[in-house]
């Protein structure tokens, strides 16, 4: 079993392609195939290439803020979090910016759900701009 601490950046690739050689796994053929909906698949398996981002709250105001927004690296599950007084695009951006862009670097993907403050131009303008693609979730699942 590996361990915890192990940093293998193309896990999912070295997994994939040994997978393709292995014996017994081409004897056991498609396994993985059932008859269900296929689910979206996330293609993205680099580390802080794709990050989830939602809003906590509304909570009890503390220091002027009531919302905290939070991104998740998807791979490496590394979590990134600011309090804002509102939930709105000036604060997402300023957060992408600030907190994400230049500490880990431009992502390939960001995941949210609807909402009106990561749906609307600021937003959709300063992805586009750095070339990261925007993929909407459902509201509570991201």
């Not at 997978?19 to 909906?37: A, L």
Request: charged share 20%; glycine share 8%.
């Amino acid at each position: 079993m590996l361990e915890p601490v192990l940093y293998w950046p193309t896990l999912f690739k070295d997994a994939h392609a040994w997978v393709k050689i292995c014996d017994e796994c081409q004897r056991t053929g498609n396994i993985s195939r059932r008859h269900k909906i296929p689910m979206t698949t996330i293609q993205e398996v680099e580390v802080f290439d794709l990050w989830g981002i939602d809003f906590m709250g509304p909570f009890v105001t503390s220091y002027g803020n009531k919302y905290i927004l939070v991104a998740v690296d998807y791979v490496s599950k590394w979590v990134e979090a600011v309090a804002l007084p509102t939930n709105d695009a000036k604060g997402v951006t300023g957060f992408l910016k600030k907190n994400i862009f230049t500490r880990f670097g431009t992502p390939r993907a960001i995941i949210s759900d609807g909402g009106t403050h990561f749906c609307n131009r600021a937003f959709a303008r300063l992805l586009e701009k750095y070339g990261v693609r925007h993929k909407v979730t459902t509201s509570y699942h991201p």
